[in-house]
């Protein structure tokens, strides 16, 4: 895995000096891989390096613990692959939060109980003590040729 890192950039548009120190933000940008124990290892490396570069939030990849789906058309109802949100996402942001003392934002499918079958495309985000202090669910997601998002 590659860390790169970007020097703090003047903001244009501040009108005073700032009184806060900037927030050093960590990407963890990488492909699914279908072996969970190589994804939660990948993912693990990720956050590890950018909490050593100084990272105070680390961000991970939409639906952090599974594969994106929208590249192909869904196939029955789309709920059959969300999980609570107590469930191994929060666990997997809970722990590493904790391990590595950063906040983390991950995000996952949310089981609902919506008529359509559908769930929500939830944004999370946990402290370093571990506890849940962000939380936000999509629910109006794109549809257009080649993007099939109506999960």
Known sequence: MKLTQVPHLPALSRVKEATREPVRVGLVQMHWEQDSNQHLANLNLGIELAS????????????TLSRYPADKKPVGTPSAIAEELEGPTMAFA???????????????????????????????LVNPEGEL???????????????YDTR
């Open 52 to 63: 050593r570069a100084g990272a105070e939030l680390v961000c991970l990849p939409e639906l």
């Open 94 to 124: 809970k722990a590493a939060a904790e391990k590595y003392g950063v906040h983390v934002h991950a995000s996952l499918y949310e089981a609902s109980a919506l008529s359509d079958g559908r769930g929500y495309n939830v944004a999370i």
């Open 133 to 147: 202090v962000g939380y936000t669910p999509k629910t109006h997601i794109p549809v257009t040729a080649g993007y």
